[in-house]
């Protein structure tokens, strides 16, 4: 028998006879660069939670690697045993954040390469995700009787399907993905509709493999309440949505929801699942009403939140000093310059303070020596708009993406097309236009380590 307890989002406990199992630790308030939260909240008892054997990350997105939970394992001699094995990705930054919070016993986990540890066999599944340039896996556990299998965030397709279902038969139990996350679609301005091509294939994935109990998995989060608005834009179903989904597309499979503090026990005799049954954890307040997909209500205008409020008017002339020399100069020396020229790019870039106002600065791309002129040229067809303390990070190396992007303060559209004699040309609206802000400060393996190392610093004294 396998007992599976969910502590918090994608964040699990699974018990065999003689071994315990962590996954994706992400256990404090705020998660993902301060701008999430766990939902429901929960109410977790850290010195009773059973010791544990083996800790898997699955990947590197941050409501999985938590840097300030595995900081706190790393301090605490409650949780992890002195000899407990980590299951890791091959991803360098990910060992690196390890490694320096002193974690020991890594094994680099390969596709389909069982691991046995206890009396479990531990394989890890692919992922075919190519929106992420790191790798990341599912996870079957088998203890010698039952199967379960956690996927996680990975992308399967029917060959990995016929591989899993070689390997162990008809799985027992599985948590699987029913959420297509719509975050950063309304910073890019891009389609705000549940992606069907997208959510069909979680059901298809369900029937293809069909397990013979399935709970939803890993997507019990929302954005903190100061900019709840985001969370009417980014999370287009609920588990139970998708459950009475898959009740109508594969009626034989059976099914639960599966929340903070619940428990699975899963045998060959069947699936039972104790709610709220945990002693450890529960749902501290079922605060899930705040996830309403309502995608045209109002929304929040971008509103700079300076770190030191005396220090806005110091920031806003570096910012302006840049745009007119640093700015300029990369964009001049861009890659992308031939191609903003071919578009006839129109660009304005406009700067929010605390106060709500803003300045703008634009760039006609037309021009053959480019220059920043204030005046709005009128029709704009590439647009960025920003806070000006987080564009003050981005210069000074502070923050990454992952934060600017997810969080409100940061918006884009462009409507990119050229006219010519007789001709009209437009660019793909499927496609990703250049971002002049992206170019400048890309969203690289660098930006990645620093904001992992970053954390590294905050928390490992203070765990």
Known sequence: MLITTLIAHASMLIQSNKTTILTDPVWFDYLWEEVNVLCPSIDLDLKKIPPVDVLNISHRHQDHFDVRTLA??????????????ILAPNDDILINVLKELNYKNIIIVEDFKSISIGDVTFTPTPS???GDYFPEHGLLVNDGEVTIWNQVDTVVNPEIISYINKLYGRLDFSHSRFLPLLEGNFTHHKTLAIPFEEYSSFLKVAGALKPKFIVPGSAAFRYRDELDFLNRYSFPTTPEQFLADLEDFCPDIKTSTFNSGD???????GVRIDKQSSDFVRILIDDSDKITFKPVMEVRPII?????PESTSKEIQIIEEFIGGTYLEKLTASDKIDGWRHWQTLYQLEIFDSNGNSKSWNIDFR??????????PGKINLYEGIAASDFFKLINGTTSWDFVGLSGNYRTFSNIYRVGLGTFE???IDRPFPLPLLQVF???REMDRNKYMKDVLRWKEKA
């Open 426 to 428: 437009f660019f793909p």
């Open 367 to 376: 021009d053959k020596k480019l220059r920043v002129d204030k005046k709005s």
């Open 304 to 308: 700079s939140i300076p770190s030191d």
């Open 128 to 130: 075919l995700n190519e």
């Open 72 to 85: 706190y394992l790393a301090r605490s001699d409650s949780v992890l045993k002195p000899d407990a094995t």
């Open 263 to 269: 428990v699975a026990f899963i045998s060959k005799e």
């Open 442 to 444: 890309p969203s690289d």
